[in-house]
Every structure is written in C-alpha cells, then in structure tokens.
C-alpha cells in the first residue's frame, strides 16, 4: 500500500491499482465506509494462499498492534497481523482526532493523515480473499533488487568496445 497505488503481487500475475493512502484520503477524507466501497470492486480476482505486506502502513498498523513506544523495526519484521487485529488498529485510528494520531507512539506523525485510508485498503484486501492474516515485512522492492544485483556477476575488464575512445 502506497501512498498513490496499491500493488498486488502474485505467482500469477502482478496488478498496479489507483488505490493508495494519500490519493484515497484526498478522495474520501476519513469516511471509511465510502473508501472501503470504493476498493471493493477494483480488486482483481486474485488467489492468494497468504500475504506478505510490505511499507509504512502495514508497518505502522503492526507496531500499533504490537503496542510499541517507538517504530522497532527488528520486531515489526515478521509479525503476523491477524484480520482482527487490522480491524481494530482500523477502528481505533478512525475514532481519533488527527492530532491524537499523530502523538501515537510508534506511528510516524506525517503518516497520521493518510493512516485511516491505508488501514481500510489493507482491511478490504484480507477481507476479499479471505486472508485471515499477513506478515508484516519491512524490506520491500529495494531490497529484493539490492538482493539479486548482489548476484549479478562482476564485469569483465578487456579490450575497449569497437569505436569507443581510450586514453592513458
């Protein structure tokens, strides 16, 4: 979950929607009835066994869960979010003034505006293929491309391509 897009990402296939935190926000404010049917049917049929959620709002909603005082990274990372616990940060977070929010331990404060439309995204795909569960991850993409550079062999010294210029 993004601020602009949500991505869904399967064996299968792989789907960019127009349904992120900010841009939802911007459209709907905090009504989480109105942006949860608005998500609702922009879900693709997709058949996932389980899920892993990457970035700030399923981070954030994990280390409320968890009851940090401070964003822990090393426990946020795995952890499991049950559906229920998704509706009750969701519900939570929905029943407090912005400016509570953003005093909330272990939520980012620039996060705290857009955190409801997140949690309801989040809350709508568990909810349309039936997840009970996610785990929380704090790597993501960058991560994974850091990961497979690593890999990469290294490059091979020899003579110059043809029409390139050398010096020295």
Known sequence: VGGGSTELITHERAVSLDIGSVRLTELFGEDVDAIAGYVRPLLP???????VGVAGTVTSLAALDLGLDEHDRERVHGRVLTLDAVEEQLARLAALPLEERKRLPAL??????????GATIVREVLRRYGLESLRASERDILHGIALAAAELPQPVEGDAPPGAYTCC
């Open 45 to 51: 049929d997709l058949a996932p066994a389980a899920a």
């Open 108 to 117: 980012d404060p620039g996060r705290a505006p857009v955190i409801v439309a």
